[in-house]
């Protein structure tokens, strides 16, 4: 079944800025999502179709994609950044969705 | 606004069924896909499958292909998803998440308050 890598963890001081990679073979064809889950909460979707950023969403969160690799950039990144994120899709068809396995933000 | 308001918690033994509810209000019901997400303690999402309110169609990822059914119900505007043979692997949080757009079925643009489901004997 279709794949998304992500990094377990990611570590950033305040006001720097942090990357988190998501790979996986059917992203040239199909948008990435990327979402935001703080504990005990339900995900937030920070970024859609690769590089949308949903109203409310502050524009320290960017993304963007290069062949099988979409990239969520958080610049300046704050203490309440800190959560685990999401990268989702879907298959080459676009008939089975898929998430990859959280990136654990810690802002040191 | 867009509201997703799910059933509660539930705790079943092994072997059983859970169906979960999702009632959705402040938009168009049948003109939005809603999607099912799941996650277990401590883990990360896992994309259960999709209905299109319009239709009633739907589609699920393999692994709960044959133990899982979504439906809806327009008249109440409510959305179900029932999975059956239950094991303790399947103790999670469901949560029902609708798509953004209208025009893409993907982005989880809107979800709910997640049910607990307990799998123990």
């Known amino acids: 079944s279709y794949e998304l890598t992500q990094p377990p963890s990611v570590s950033v001081s305040p006001g720097q800025t942090a990357r988190i990679t998501c790979s996986g073979d059917a992203l040239p064809k199909q948008y990435a999502y990327w979402y935001q889950q703080k504990p005990g909460q339900a995900p937030v979707l920070v970024i859609y179709k690769d590089s949308e950023r949903p109203s409310g969403i502050p524009e320290r969160f960017s993304g963007s994609s290069s062949g099988t690799t979409v990239t969520l950039t958080i610049s300046g990144v704050q203490a309440e950044d800190e959560a685990d994120y999401y990268c989702?899709?879907?298959?080459?068809?676009?008939?089975?969705?898929?998430f990859g396995g959280g990136t654990k933000l810690t802002v040191l | 606004q867009v509201q997703l308001v799910q059933s509660g918690a539930e705790v079943k033994k092994p072997g059983a069924s859970v169906k979960v509810s999702c009632k959705a209000s402040?938009?168009?019901?049948?003109?939005?896909?809603m999607h099912w997400v799941r996650q277990a303690p401590g883990q990360g999402l896992e994309w259960m499958g999709i209905?299109?309110?319009?239709?009633?169609?739907?589609s699920y990822a393999q692994k709960f292909q044959g133990r899982v059914t979504m439906t809806r119900d327009t008249s109440t505007s409510t959305v179900y998803m029932e999975l059956s043979s239950l094991r303790s692997e399947d103790t999670a949080v469901y949560y029902c998440a609708r798509a953004r757009d209208y025009s893409s079925s993907w982005g989880l643009g809107y979800w709910g308050q997640g049910t607990l489901v307990t799998v123990s004997s």
């Open positions: 989702q899709s879907a298959d080459s068809s676009g008939t089975y969705g898929v």
């Open positions: 209905i299109n309110p319009s239709g009633g169609s739907t």
């Open positions: 402040g938009y168009t019901f049948t003109s939005y896909y």
